[in-house]
């Protein structure tokens, strides 16, 4: 296969794995709540940004370290190191998806601290805050390292495998950039258009909680069986 297509078939396996970030219904609801908040848009912009630059870092770090060393070590099965990652991730989302539908339906109710707190956080906190997320989310983490691998374990060039992997942190992080750019774009209505989308992401909590997990996990797991065969 010429390398233009080979690029190209890798790039969208990447991509489309990337999109487990919109998973990521907890960053999205507090980059919103940031940007509703007094004085918001910088201190939205500043965790989207940590967020970001945490998973390009992140993904860097993989390509980088890890094509590093299966050069030096000379070792392959690397299919076989995607496909196990992928069914891990798959187990993992299921199981989520699994869990959730489990949990008895409750009323969202605002949490006072978490608005006390994302009230008086200064820009620089949630700067940090966003970076810190990208490791202690280890769902999302699992999801992106999954995504990572592709590029990784590829034969691409080191700088093709350097250009995918960011354009998966962009895809993956997509989910919580977007409410910034939209504050961004309409100032005047951002406030009244996040909140109506806030509520919407309240309102269908539940189901978003149960069958996103579900698809997300049934495309992983697909995905690491037929590496395996």
């Known amino acids: 296969m010429?390398?233009?297509?080979?690029?190209?078939?890798?790039?969208?396996?990447?991509?489309?794995l990337a999109s487990g970030g919109f998973l990521s219904v907890g960053s999205i609801t507090i980059v919103i709540l940031l940007l509703i908040s007094d004085g918001g848009w910088r201190k939205g912009a500043a965790y989207a940004l940590g967020y970001w630059g945490g998973y390009s870092l992140i993904g860097l770090s993989v390509i980088l370290?890890?094509?590093?060393?299966?050069?030096?070590?000379?070792?392959?099965?690397?299919?076989?190191?995607?496909?196990?990652?992928?069914?891990?991730?798959?187990?993992?989302?299921?199981?989520?998806?699994w869990r959730n539908g489990r949990k008895p339906a409750q009323d969202s109710q605002d949490p006072p601290r978490l608005f006390a707190m994302l009230n008086t956080i200064t820009p620089l906190k949630t700067l940090g805050l966003g970076a810190v997320v990208t490791i202690v989310n280890f769902k999302n983490l699992a999801i992106f390292l999954s995504a990572a691998s592709v590029p990784l374990l590829s034969d691409l060039a080191l700088s093709a495998k350097v250009m995918v992997v960011l354009l998966v942190a962009l895809v993956f992080c997509a989910?919580?950039?977007?409410?910034?750019?939209?504050?961004a774009a309409f100032p005047a209505t951002a406030v009244d258009r996040l909140t109506r989308f806030r509520h919407t992401l309240e309102t269908h909590s539940r189901a978003i909680g149960i069958w996103a997990p579900v698809g997300f996990g049934l495309l992983f797991t697909i995905r690491g069986v037929t590496g395996l065969l």
Do not use: D, H
């Open 65 to 97: 370290v890890g094509t590093n060393t299966l050069r030096s070590s000379g070792e392959g099965g690397g299919g076989v190191t995607a496909s196990a990652l992928s069914l891990l991730v798959g187990g993992l989302l299921l199981w989520l998806g």
């Open 2 to 16: 010429p390398e233009q297509e080979r690029f190209v078939t890798i790039l969208a396996q990447a991509l489309i």
């Open 175 to 183: 989910s919580v950039l977007a409410p910034v750019l939209l504050y």
